[in-house]
């Protein structure tokens, strides 16, 4: 029975690039598009839901 060494470093072993395997080869460019719009909504949200909340506060203090 062969052992196999463990990696002498873990955050490479764990912090390589990501593959998704031989079922989406050639699709990463469009998932990459994705997750990028993804997160440009997130940050679109984020940004509104905090711009309220200043305004809701800055309402509160003059009030």
């Not at 990463?28 to 506060?57: S, T």
């Amino acid at each position: 029975m062969k052992s196999r060494l463990a990696p002498a470093s873990l955050a490479h072993h764990f912090h390589r690039p990501f593959s998704l395997g031989s079922a989406f080869r050639g699709y990463e460019p469009l998932l990459r598009i994705g997750q990028l719009i993804l997160l440009f909504w997130l940050a679109m949200a984020g940004a509104k839901v905090l711009a309220q909340a200043l305004v809701h506060g800055a309402g509160m203090l003059l009030s």
